[in-house]
């Protein structure tokens, strides 16, 4: 359930809504890290 | 020359040089940062309003300013993402022309135990909720907060990858950097502990601050990209570093913290077949050992506030050196002494390759100097520099 689910997995399942990019796990990893970093540093 | 020939051309003086052989001029990059949007008379709001303008906005220097590279691609932070967020940490300046950041680390003294346990879990669940107050609320509500900015980076992602093309069919021009290596003591100092609670940290929990930096490794590796099972990287652009503490740090200090993780990052990159650029920000001159004990023509070392005459011949030998026009004289200077340095900078520090000009620092504000001194020197460079 979305309601019981952490921040951190919250933004894990932002990977799932990535279908803007090509389905290639490595990309949408390495965007989601992007994403994880950004949130940390702002 | 097409566009195309002139970009190759380019990045291949930069792999030569940094390969310490003499290419067929002194490469010159450009340090443009947030200078680019009063350089283009906009505004940062202008960029947030229509952010396709970021594309025309770092473009427009290049058509007036020689150089064979640019450091960075665009904003790396925004504004907008902090609001979006609920974080102060970031905003817009005053005169609505720059972003600026104020230092938010939430993470208490107590609490590294925890840190090193789960870090992932420390860093999200808890000392993100504390600075982004929009992520400190139900799931529900956090969810939707999560997909504006993912909306936004969409955006802004698209906007970056047309500029970096922009900028190679417009005007043949490489981005120097590629992905970031970002040390974990850094990750720890920029956005955990802060400047004060790491300078404390450091004398009085210095083992637990050291399995902090070990804990946030795996963080700092997924950032960089690289894929775990990949054999090879490209060689150019170059992995990036913008070093943060190491400049307040003691060589003692440096060797203790910083450089265990950080060197063991970086060498998986040379075995892979990459170069670094490290942003070498204030003085580094009592770490150059540790610079030295680097892979030969592995490095790229872009010198803040260290004399670059002195650091070619010191650590010259073993990494390619970049910088030497001093911001300063830019701003104040005219052009007859700024193209005097200029030349002075080239005669010492170009022979043998392994050198790169450019300005000492990254223009930021529109006050940062006299942009017809940068173009005269660099169109001097551009002409005088040549390699016979």
């Known amino acids: 359930m979305e309601n019981e689910k952490t921040l951190l997995e919250l933004i894990d399942g932002l990977k799932a809504e990535m279908d803007f990019l090509p389905p290639d796990d490595n990309i949408r990893e390495g965007f989601l890290n992007v994403l994880k970093f950004l949130i940390l540093a702002i | 020359m097409s566009k195309e020939q002139l970009y190759n051309e380019r990045v291949k003086r930069i792999l030569t040089t940094t390969n310490h052989q003499e290419p067929d001029r002194v490469p010159i990059l450009s340090m443009i940062g947030s200078w680019a949007i009063s350089y283009s008379k906009m505004t940062v709001k202008d960029i947030e309003d229509d952010p396709e303008k970021e594309i025309e906005i770092f473009c427009k220097p290049h058509e007036d300013i020689y150089s064979d590279a640019t450091y960075t691609n665009g904003l790396l932070v925004d504004a907008k993402s902090a609001r979006i967020l609920g974080s102060e940490s970031y905003f817009i300046s005053k005169d609505g022309s720059t972003i600026q950041n104020k230092e938010i680390c939430e993470m208490k003294e107590d609490e590294y135990p925890e840190l090193i346990k789960n870090p992932m879990e420390f860093m999200f669940n808890k000392v993100v909720p504390r600075k982004n107050t929009k992520l400190a609320q139900t799931p529900e509500e956090n969810l939707k907060v999560l997909r504006e900015f993912l909306e936004h980076w969409i955006i802004k992602g698209d906007v970056q990858r047309r500029l970096l093309n922009e900028l190679k069919v417009r005007h043949g021009l490489p981005v120097i950097t590629g992905p970031v290596a970002y040390p974990s003591m850094d990750i720890i100092f920029d956005y955990l502990r802060g400047f004060h609670g790491i300078s404390v940290d450091m004398r009085r929990r210095p083992e637990e601050l050291l399995a902090g930096i070990e804990a946030v490794q795996p963080f700092a590796d997924a950032f960089l990209g690289i894929p775990a099972d990949a054999r090879e990287v490209p060689n150019f652009p170059f992995f990036a570093t913008m070093h943060h503490v190491p400049t307040f740090l003691s060589p ?56 670059i005459f ?46 790169i000009f450019t300005s000492s620092r990254e223009l930021l504000s529109p006050g940062d100097l006299n942009v017809e001194n940068l173009i005269a020197v660099n169109d001097y460079v551009h002409n005088y520099a040549v390699y016979k």
């Open chain 2, 310 to 355: 002195k650091a070619k011949k010191l650590i010259g030998d073993n990494m390619t050196i970049a910088g030497g026009m001093s911001l300063e004289l830019l701003k104040y200077g005219n052009k007859e002494q700024c193209v005097e340095y200029a030349k002075r900078v080239v005669d010492e520090c170009a022979p043998g390759g392994g050198y």
């Open chain 2, 252 to 307: 003692k200090q440096f060797e203790k913290f910083f450089w265990p993780t950080y060197e063991k990052m970086i060498l998986r990159i040379h075995k892979l077949g990459g170069k670094v650029i490290m942003f070498l920000e204030g003085q580094w001159d009592n770490k150059y050992e540790f610079l030295n004990s680097l892979p030969k023509d592995f490095a790229i070392g872009i010198c803040e506030g260290d004399d």
